[in-house]
């Protein structure tokens, strides 16, 4: 029950990208298509479950009993940076189209805030290994339903006759708001 | 930016010509949750700042030394050293400020514009421009932080840096400083300061237009006068 509560709170109800701003660069970024959202994010919430798993270690097992706490930031970011680097070399060797399609965007799964900041949140909150991993799993599926939600609404704006200056950028920031809106909704739930 | 060298150039171009947030999106997740108020983006946009210029400084000065293949891992090692060293000081000195961030002062490991500005421009400049860029990049940021807090602030609860500054008979719009009212906010603010721009680019062209035009009318015969609008 409390691994639900856990799971469900950070992918609905503190959804990481529309109430924490976790990971807005890809949510700008690969959100105008939604085969490549998806994709992303699974990768998204790949790398995330196994950096749950690896600083979650690291921290308990090493820097804690070490008393090594301010080597934290950047021992998390090296673990993720190496993570991702394997994830890119794994979609690589499998999977040439889903490479192609995520582009530029897959190093910089290491710049984007959700991981390490699931990493930061973890430590802060004191959970435990299980807790970690649905943390991981929550804050990936909601990433990949804030992405995909994203994709498929600016995929119809394509069509709409939107002012030009608000065109790109702007819309989509408007749209998240609203969104964000619809998500407030659930703020009761847990 | 190619015949703009001097430092003074350098440093502008952040503010406005290339603001981080406003011209390349960048740094967007820490721009849209610490802006509650005018303070939390103020705090935010020097941290940032100090991490950007002696990241900026450091990996210039270490460019040469750095192999290629593990730039990336580098300048985020660079980076992180200096965040843990904000981090500290913030705890140690403004516990206050320090909570109401939480997270997202280490979060400045990841902020892109300080990667973005070691990958795009310190590791292929001199130390001096680079210490220009990152504080003219800081100085756009932090602008950027203070605005769009000051708007939040103001709308959200009615207050500027903490003083009752609109009537009791105003409702505070609660939506502003929730994080639905981040995106609108900034969403609202970016579409008008590309309503701005081009609008100065269509002025420019115009001016273009008409300069051909007058040269124009001096040489040709009416017909190609009109051929020369259309294109």
Same mark, same amino acid.
């Given at each position: 029950?409390?691994?639900?509560?856990?799971?469900?709170?950070?992918?609905?109800?503190?959804?990481?990208?529309?109430?924490y701003?976790?990971?807005?660069?890809?949510?700008?970024?690969?959100?105008?298509?939604?085969t490549?959202?998806?994709?992303?994010?699974?990768?998204?919430?790949?790398?995330?479950?196994?950096?749950?798993?690896?600083?979650?270690?690291i921290?308990?097992?090493?820097? /804690?009993p070490?008393?090594?706490?301010?080597?934290?930031?950047?021992s998390?970011?090296?673990v993720?940076?190496?993570?991702?680097?394997?994830?890119e070399?794994?979609?690589?060797?499998?999977?040439?189209?889903?490479?192609?399609?995520?582009?530029?965007?897959?190093?910089?799964?290491?710049?984007?805030?959700? /991981?390490?900041?699931?990493?930061?949140?973890?430590?802060?909150?004191?959970?435990?290994?299980?807790?970690?991993?649905?943390?991981?799993?929550?804050?990936?599926?909601?990433?990949?339903l804030?992405?995909?939600?994203?994709?498929?609404?600016?995929?119809?704006?394509?069509?709409?006759?939107?002012?030009?200056?608000?065109?790109?950028?702007?819309?989509?920031?408007?749209?998240?708001?609203?969104?964000?809106?619809?998500?407030?909704?659930?703020?009761?739930?847990? | 930016?190619s015949?703009?060298?001097?430092?003074? *150039?350098?440093?502008?171009?952040? $503010?406005?010509?290339q603001?981080?947030?406003?011209?390349?999106?960048?740094?967007?997740?820490?721009?849209?949750?610490?802006?509650?108020?005018?303070? *939390?983006?103020?705090?935010?946009?020097?941290?940032?700042?100090? @991490?950007?210029?002696?990241?900026?400084?450091?990996?210039?000065?270490?460019?040469?030394?750095?192999?290629?293949?593990?730039?990336?891992?580098?300048? $985020?090692v660079?980076?992180a050293?200096?965040?843990?060293?904000?981090?500290? @000081?913030?705890?140690?000195q403004?516990?206050?400020?320090?909570?109401?961030l939480?997270?997202?002062?280490? %979060?400045?490991?990841?902020?892109?514009?300080?990667?973005g500005r070691?990958?795009?421009?310190?590791?292929? *400049?001199t130390?001096?421009?680079?210490?220009?860029?990152?504080?003219?990049?800081?100085?756009g940021?932090t602008?950027?932080?203070?605005?769009?807090?000051?708007?939040?602030?103001?709308?959200?609860?009615?207050?500027?840096?903490?003083?009752?500054? %609109?009537?009791?008979?105003? &409702?505070?719009?609660?939506?502003?400083?929730?994080?639905?009212?981040?995106?609108?906010?900034?969403?609202?603010?970016?579409?008008?300061? *590309?309503f701005?721009?081009?609008?100065?680019?269509?002025?420019?062209?115009q001016?273009?237009?008409?300069?051909n035009?007058?040269?124009?009318?001096?040489?040709?015969? @009416?017909?190609?006068?009109?051929?020369? &609008? &259309?294109?």
């Open positions: 029950m409390d691994l639900l509560i856990v799971f469900l709170s950070a992918a609905i109800v503190n959804n990481f990208v529309l109430s701003f976790l990971g807005i660069c890809p949510f700008i970024g690969v959100s105008n298509k939604l490549s959202a998806f994709s992303m994010g699974l990768a998204t919430t790949f790398v995330l479950v196994l950096t749950a798993v690896v600083t979650w270690m921290n308990h097992l090493i820097l /804690i070490a008393g090594l706490d301010y080597l934290q930031y950047v998390f970011i090296l993720i940076a190496s993570l991702v680097q394997f994830v070399m794994f979609i690589k060797k499998t999977s040439q189209p889903l490479y192609r399609a995520l582009g530029i965007y897959l190093p910089l799964i290491t710049t984007n805030c959700a /991981i390490l900041g699931l990493a930061l949140f973890m430590a802060l909150r004191d959970y435990d290994m299980m807790q970690s991993i649905f943390f991981g799993l929550g804050a990936g599926t909601g990433f990949t804030a992405l995909v939600i994203m994709a498929g609404i600016r995929e119809e704006l394509e069509l709409a006759d939107i002012p030009k200056p608000f065109r790109g950028v702007p819309i989509t920031l408007i749209t998240a708001g609203l969104l964000a809106m619809a998500f407030m909704g659930f703020s009761g739930l847990i | 930016m015949k703009a060298n001097s430092p003074l *150039n350098d440093f502008m171009n952040g $503010i406005w010509k603001n981080p947030i406003f011209k390349q999106v960048l740094g967007t997740c820490p721009t849209l949750a610490v802006t509650v108020s005018v303070m *939390n983006g103020i705090a935010m946009g020097l941290a940032t700042t100090f @991490v950007l210029f002696f990241s900026s400084v450091i990996i210039s000065m270490i460019k040469k030394l750095i192999p290629n293949q593990v730039r990336i891992a580098a300048y $985020i660079v980076i050293t200096f965040v843990t060293i904000v981090d500290i @000081v913030m705890k140690a403004f516990p206050e400020l320090s909570k109401s939480g997270p997202f002062i280490p %979060l400045i490991v990841v902020n892109c514009i300080i990667l070691a990958e795009a421009f310190a590791s292929k *400049n130390v001096v421009r680079s210490a220009f860029d990152a504080l003219g990049m800081g100085a940021f602008l950027a932080l203070l605005v769009l807090g000051g708007i939040r602030e103001i709308l959200g609860s009615n207050q500027l840096l903490g003083t009752v500054i %609109l009537p009791a008979t105003v &409702e505070p719009m609660l939506i502003f400083i929730l994080p639905a009212g981040a995106f609108l906010t900034l969403g609202i603010l970016f579409g008008t300061a *590309n701005f721009e081009q609008r100065k680019k269509e002025n420019a062209r001016k273009v237009i008409e300069a035009r007058a040269s124009r009318q001096v040489a040709l015969p @009416v017909e190609q006068q009109n051929e020369g &609008e &259309e294109a």
